[in-house]
């Protein structure tokens, strides 16, 4: 069964460092979204993207967050200067029609 | 936006028997509900979901239920087995197009099933 693939698994940064955090949506799907997942805590929506622009975004996607969809098969995810409250696992997902799929996450401690 | 409500928030269930999870959502242009199951460090997985067309959707020993009226709709789990101890969660959102929006998920529950 195709999956979501998340890459790096989990990564440590310091604090006011850049991070990148890279997906691989299923092949045919066509809306990717983030979310991420504080410890402990809901899950919670970040924003979605939809032929190559934002489609939807919520408060916590502020203007140190950014995607990019690089080429036909990457979807990425930048924290340009991350906060020690950026600590969380950070959930890739992409559908096509209803159902949405998540991928195994990238868990992000910021140091 | 949307507000999802979640109860309980731990719930501790005999195996064999069931289990009634409640979420209750704030924003009537919702229309799209999906369950998902989260094991520890794991990936949310999409267990059973509903759309707002329909009020009662089944598969196998799970089912799910809705009432557009109140704006609640709820998880039925039969017949409990350990395996399914995890963390439930609801979530809501709009299917416009071809996609969903963004979901808003409910709290969580963590469910416990004792052999």
């Known amino acids: 069964e195709p999956e979501v693939t998340q890459t790096p698994s989990h990564q440590v940064t310091q604090m006011g460092q850049e991070v990148i955090l890279r997906c691989v949506p299923i092949s045919n799907h066509l809306y990717f979204y983030w979310y991420r997942q504080i410890l402990g805590q809901k899950v919670e929506f970040l924003v979605s993207?939809?032929?190559?622009?934002?489609?939807?975004k919520s408060e916590i996607f502020d203007d140190q967050f950014s995607v990019e969809r690089p080429d036909g098969s990457n979807f990425t995810l930048k924290i340009r200067s991350t906060k020690l409250e950026d600590s969380a696992m950070y959930f890739c997902?992409?559908?096509?029609?209803?159902?949405?799929?998540f991928g195994e996450g990238s868990w992000l401690t910021v140091v | 936006g949307e507000n999802v409500e979640q109860h309980p928030s731990t719930l501790s269930v005999q195996e064999g028997d069931s289990a009634v999870i409640k979420c209750t959502y704030s924003d009537s242009a919702s229309n799209y509900f999906p369950w998902y199951k989260q094991e520890l460090g794991k990936r949310p997985q999409l267990i059973i979901d509903?759309?707002?067309?329909?009020g009662e959707k089944k598969d196998q020993r799970i089912a799910v239920t809705l009432n557009k009226t109140a704006k609640h709709f709820s998880l039925h789990i039969t017949e409990t087995q350990p395996e399914d101890s995890a963390v439930y969660f609801c979530?809501?959102?709009?299917?416009?197009?071809?996609?969903?929006?963004?979901?808003?998920f409910g709290k969580g529950t963590h469910l416990i099933i004792q052999p």
């Open positions: 509903i759309r707002s067309n329909v």
């Open positions: 993207f939809y032929n190559n622009e934002i489609s939807e």
């Open positions: 979530a809501a959102s709009s299917l416009s197009g071809g996609g969903a929006d963004g979901l808003t």
């Open positions: 997902a992409s559908s096509v029609g209803n159902t949405i799929y």
